[in-house]
């Protein structure tokens, strides 16, 4: 995989991240000439010259490389190495638009240390979405030689592959290369990368649900029809509307009318389509951007304000909350599953009256849900003032994209439950049975990538 600052997606991103992908640099010039015009600024520069945050005012003769030490503190588990390993990817490609001012000779490292499997270890809490400085300043001091990598062979290897005893990749960073470094959203952009990647193929799945449980209880398929679509024109609604046509056989129309969760699929699951499309752009803008402050362009060092990261929790935020709208539908139609009115069968399933069949599915679907809705609970509705009050907002993208990550399990359970008693539906219903199987094959029908 080249990376040249410019084309970096949220696919690519977890590609490298779990498939094993290798990196190469297309071209340092655009780092080259941030570095060079760094060399020959004068005055107070942010970081370079000058304290951090409410130290800004403060004139360092010679800065130091403490700045990397005093940001090393996190907390809670470690993230898994592949997550590391796509916060790297994600910072090198940012590196290389330029606009940091740092060394270039610190990017083939960095290049180094993700071919070669290695990954500074990074813990959970940490960042409020302005900067993920404890995880970028780990990073440094792995380079650094302070602290150990973590290092595994990347896939193809299985995770937990005996670690070979070796250094791991090292870069000597100059005083004025600490801030340059840290100044990023790597892993949170890395998170949500991963996440919006993921997410895409599991909504694509839906579909594939929704047509069995379509086919099952006999839905009219008048609703997806061309002329309606075309009326309401919402690009996600009419993608969804004609990708689901076309998997049902036949102009099912036994009844006038059906549940929302037929009748409205295509626009609510649409909606999510299109928030999920939003989230996406957000984050590949940040994947090739220099969100750097200050920003090294030109001939000056421009202070700004654009590592802030409103823009992204607000689209992780929109999407996580039509996540919700689009698995209640789903458990919608996983409860006409269970009404013989729409199947035809026995109620819940069972193959005789009386029995349970596969009623517990709606508990299990009802408790991923609820778990759910916690996760769409907004992180922009809240804020912070640290630094004696100099950082008086925050965008708390990292929460959101952490969210984001967490929400793939309860919505794919969801979905799994449909899937079930569409599968059974569909079928002739068995005797009563432990069901914990043929809900596991449904999830695994529905995602084979490793685990998060």
Request: with cysteine; hydrophobic share 45%; proline share 8%.
């Amino acid at each position: 995989m080249e990376l040249d600052g410019a084309g970096l997606t949220c696919a690519q991103v977890h590609e490298a991240a779990y498939d094993g992908a290798r990196v190469t640099i297309a071209s340092l010039d655009r780092a080259r000439a941030a570095w060079a015009t760094a060399q020959e600024l004068t005055g107070p520069v942010y970081g370079r010259s000058t304290g951090v945050g409410a130290n800004r005012g403060v004139i360092l003769d010679k800065p130091g490389l403490d700045l990397l030490r005093s940001h090393v503190c996190g907390a809670g588990p470690m993230i898994p190495p592949a997550r590391a390993r796509a916060m790297l990817v994600v910072r090198l490609n940012q590196l290389l638009v330029g606009g940091s001012g740092i060394d270039p000779a610190v990017l083939p490292a960095l290049a180094e240390a993700i071919n070669g499997g290695f990954t500074p270890p990074i813990q959970t809490y940490g960042a409020i979405g302005t900067g993920d400085l404890s995880a970028l300043a780990t990073t440094a001091l792995c380079l650094l030689g302070e602290l150990p990598w973590h290092h595994e062979p990347p896939p193809p290897f299985p995770p937990g592959t005996p670690s070979i005893d070796v250094a791991g990749p090292r870069f000597p960073f100059a005083p004025e290369d600490a801030l340059p470094f840290i100044s990023s959203g790597a892993a949170t952009l890395a998170d949500a990368a991963i996440a919006c990647h993921r997410l895409r193929l599991l909504l694509e799945a839906v579909i594939d649900v929704a047509a069995m449980s379509f086919t099952a209880v006999g839905a009219s398929a008048e609703p997806l029809a061309a002329a309606v679509q075309e009326a309401r024109p919402h690009p996600g609604q009419a993608a969804v509307a004609a990708r689901l046509r076309g998997l049902l056989t036949q102009e099912l129309a036994t009844r006038v009318q059906d549940p929302y969760g037929y009748r409205a699929f295509a626009q609510v699951h649409g909606a999510a389509v299109d928030a999920l499309d939003r989230a996406t752009a957000a984050v590949e803008i940040d994947l090739n951007a220099a969100a750097e402050n200050p920003l090294i362009a030109g001939s000056l060092a421009w202070h700004n304000g654009n590592f802030h990261s409103a823009p992204l929790a607000l689209a992780l935020d929109a999407s996580r909350a039509a996540l919700v709208q689009t698995a209640q539908l789903s458990a919608a139609r996983l409860a006409t599953l269970m009404d013989p009115a729409y199947t035809g069968h026995h109620p819940f399933l069972a193959d005789r009256p009386g029995s349970s069949g596969a009623l517990i599915l709606e508990y299990v679907a009802q408790d991923a849900l609820a778990e759910l809705r916690l996760l769409a609970t907004p992180v922009t509705t809240g804020t912070a003032v640290i630094s004696l009050g100099t950082e008086d907002h925050a965008g708390f993208a990292t929460q959101a994209a952490r969210n984001a990550l967490r929400c793939l399990e309860p919505l794919e359970i969801v979905l799994a439950c449909e899937r079930t008693a569409a599968l059974r539906a569909l079928n002739t219903p068995t005797a009563d049975r432990p069901l914990t199987d043929d809900l596991t094959a449904s999830r695994q029908a529905l995602t084979l990538h490793p685990p998060l």
